[in-house]
């Protein structure tokens, strides 16, 4: 069965950085879009970056010039560096893939950034 497993998330002060990785099993992740998606108390799920199996790269206007996907297809991982980190950005992250037909879902790590 398909795994999506994330870590990285944690405490962190306004301005930190955070590094979130999610690492994917009995996934044809090569050809996946691979993507981060947030949820804050009492919100919708918002999509926050995304990086197709092409190299095409797409971010939450919240976000840009903030936050920066990666992946590494060998190791089957996508990352979400996370720098400026500002309250709002609090939330549980979940690491997302798609492909034709399918989406998977991770469980979810939770990030705080709080004084």
Request: aromatic share 12%.
């Amino acid at each position: 069965q398909v795994q999506l497993v994330e870590s990285g998330g944690g405490l962190v002060q306004p301005g930190g950085s955070l590094r979130l990785s999610c690492a994917a099993s009995r996934i044809f992740f090569s050809i996946s879009t691979m993507g981060w998606y947030r949820q804050a108390p009492g919100n919708q799920r918002e999509l926050v970056a995304t990086f197709t199996s092409g190299g095409i790269t797409n971010y939450a206007d919240s976000v840009k010039g903030r936050f920066t996907i990666s992946r590494d297809n060998a190791k089957k991982t996508v990352f979400l560096e996370m720098n400026s980190l500002k309250p709002e950005d609090t939330a549980v992250y979940y690491c997302n893939a798609v492909r034709p037909g399918f989406t998977y879902w991770g469980q979810g790590t939770q990030v705080t950034v709080s004084s």
